[in-house]
């Protein structure tokens, strides 16, 4: 073995080294990584933090449901965490990387079937490794009429792990969690789990109808550490006859709240079937110009030169999308509803705004923003608040203080996913810049502590931030966490860690 | 103590004194219910069971919080079992009985504030005790403009019962479970853990936002025995500005599958917001005649007496009702598309249907089929297919066979959900006639393990079916229920046998 082998806690380098011959024994030596070169690519963190704290022991690419019950078998016995990554693109919260040091990740990839599509119930079957750039093209080639909703980073990740992290889109079928249906779970032990209607023999409910009787399982493994997610039930949305994408121009900084005010009320009657997304000036700058183009003094960018900038490329402070879908006889009512309501309400519309992810288009909207200050580093924050005007200016004002505080910009994608206002907020800045890096760390535990001080609690979090997040919502739950991983995972062999749920 | 005292099971009646008499410190001796008269309310299960087998020993009304935590303490000391109840009227499935004789039921009526109903975000929190009756008079003295979706036996029972079975109703909330939004939860060990966003300090967000950080966990609480739920938040729907009900009629038998495979496409497309309810011609004879005046014989009532009798009264073979909501100018575009597609399947439309219960008018819809044979026996039974014409076809014919060989008849609204349809069969029979009575027990064994058989499992089962179905969801699936019900409940104390899990 190298020199530099990251060991496991607890777990000596002689127990390692055969745990890795037998985990060699069930999937093959070539499917088992220990060499630090091989690893790099489990390493990209991207997220302000020290890599170290989050060094893999390991890789292991497991091809089937026998292969993770074999590894499982070995790992329990020689106590080697297991950390599950279905494409481990987990982009801005960690991507592959463990939440804790000597963890071997358990790389799902080659578990990339697509079981099955039906297009009469609209429903697919997918393995973790599945992406959503191979689900597109296998519908394509398909000529299926079936749409896919999927995150800012589209196509390269896939719909098991983003919706086991509770990842969202753009479309009417946005809250993945909602859109899924059934699972597969091999469970600490090895034994294997279908949730839902999937345990039943000859059960053809599986994907259609997701509670099952007694419990109702599926939000028990999302988020979580409690067994690995092998199958995953997804409900497709029908492609509508048509749909038509809306930008609303806000040319005051203040009219956020008239914006979120105006599609609470929309989204709730069901006029705007899908989530509205207010961006902000400086997240939209990110799509035409660069940071140091703007300013190179220190601190962050003043407003009025981001808003001056912004108004030269038509972006006002804030500018909200969302759409209509159905027969262009359904969307004209719906149209003439939403304009009288966006423009009494301060706003500017564009009635043919062109945005991909809210209807079919797979791309990578979410990176963009990289290449404001460039160096590739990027955390995201999501804190929750009431869909209310009020909270979400109380939400900016908290962000903009605390970002200036460390000399960072606020670039944020305020979404009305409902009820709930999502306050996503990104944070970039110049991973090799180590002096940046830090002030983003920093920034981002205070960001996350001003949120979560003021009762905006976040929904999700990256490595680095599990246990500060996890403890914000006190010691009770956490207790329930730990009695069910105790129960479902008594070796604590799955992802210890994982949002804050240690052994 | 009189004489017919029914113990729980392991506990002597020594034991039972002692812990009866401590609860009586706990919530006052008028709440503690432990005669035969006292607790006749508690034992019409209106099922085809033998009551003796589901008897209570008792029944404890808490006026709090606190005094949950009480009775858990005392019930934890002397090991006797609790089953908890909201409103106990869970119609056709056993009411307010336990699982097993013997059981204290926690009767949670007295728990009955409306703690908050918010206009804005169109949320409230209710305690367990509070009825839809209830519910809508409040909403109603404050000229709420919201509206409830609730079960069919509507003004009776109330939302925290009813979602806790995982219930539904009729209009574009009819998925309770789905519009339910943060628990607080009283664990068997006396902790209070509140789910969601619930636990952050200050958080604003409990009852908009449901999924909160870390697992979700609020499926965990329906159709279990893993906590006492103790408020729950919910979903109101904002008033539509108008809405159409219709009534699709099908003359021949076989267009069953005709209008499940119209309304799916519809459901999934959006256009029709709301579940696709499809009444058999025998369940709409029971509002307007009763058996008697149309069939003396033994057996079942044969299909062409019942389908003449019913043309008499404008009733078809199947009778599909759906409605639109939003505004005029909206319906007018979507009414365009089902009346064409619901006409060219062989449907017949009646476009000003009225149905209450899919717009905001409380009613008892689902009481009148015990006018049927009269004598108020009723069992329900819910089998799950893919929303498929053939499926639907395949159920009705289970169900049409296994009913007649035990000389009943077959009364069934078999619900287009979305992708999913539940074939909901009711078995009415006169309660008091036990031979009646056995033959509807055996009937109901009997068509469960049909469906089951066939791969249409059951999502929902009276407390004399629980462990049968259990059983139909295999090993595996019963054992994790067991390691959950252990970690949460160790001493067995909540509701042993609820939904087939015991300790």
Known sequence: ??????????????????????????????????????????????????EDDYEPSGAILPAS??????????????????????????????????????????????????LEVDPVL?????????????LQDHLKEHNSALWLDFPGDGPLVGPVGNTLERGTGSTPYADHLAHACGMEVVL?????????????????????????????????????????????????????????????RYWDDQGLAAAVETARPLRLSGTIPNPCRLSNATLMLTEVMRRAELFQGSGPVPNDAIFAAARQHGIAPWNLTFSLYGTLEQIGPSLDIVTRAFES???????????????????????????WVGGGGLAWLAPVSPARGGDAIRQRDIARTVLAMHGMDYLAVPTVCGRDLH?????????????????????????????????????????????????SYGAIRRDVNRALKRALDPNGILAPGKSGIHR
Chains 1, 2 share one sequence.
């Open 188 to 248: 600490a032990d090895g034994r294997v789990l279908r949730t839902g209607m999937g345990s039943l023999p000859g059960s053809a409910s599986w994907q259609v109808f997701k509670y099952g009787y007694g419990p109702y399982l599926d939000g028990l493994f999302t988020q979580s550490n409690f067994g690995i997610v092998t199958k995953l039930g997804l409900w497709l949305m029908p492609a509508p006859a048509a749909y038509r994408t809306l930008l609303v």
């Open 122 to 134: 609209c429903t697919a079957l997918v393995e973790p490794g599945v992406t959503y750039q191979q």
């Open 1 to 50: 073995m190298p020199s530099r082998t990251v060991l496991p806690a607890g777990v000596s380098s002689t127990s390692f080294a055969r745990a890795l011959g037998e985990l060699r024994e069930v999937v093959g030596a070539a499917y088992v990584l220990a060499d630090r070169d091989e690893l790099a690519p489990y390493e990209k963190i991207m997220i302000p933090a020290a």
């Open 345 to 371: 309400s301060g706003g500017e519309i564009v009635s043919d705004y062109h945005d991909g992810s809210q209807s079919n288009e797979l791309n990578l909207s979410s990176f963009g923003l990289l290449n």
């Open 65 to 114: 449901v026998e292969h993770v019950q074999g590894v499982l078998a070995v790992c329990s016995k020689y106590k080697v965490p297991l950390w599950p990554i279905s494409t481990g693109r987990n982009f801005g919260y960690g991507s592959a990387a463990p939440a804790t040091r000597g963890q071997l990740i358990l790389d799902l990839k080659r578990m990339d079937r697509i």
């Open 423 to 471: 306050h996503l907020t990104a944070l970039v800045f110049d991973y090799g810049d180590l002096q940046a890096r830090q002030r983003a760390k920093d920034c981002l535990r205070d960001l996350a502590a001003a949120f979560t001080d003021n009762g905006y609690g976040l929904h999700r979090a990256g490595i680095g931030l599990m246990d500060q997040v996890a403890r």
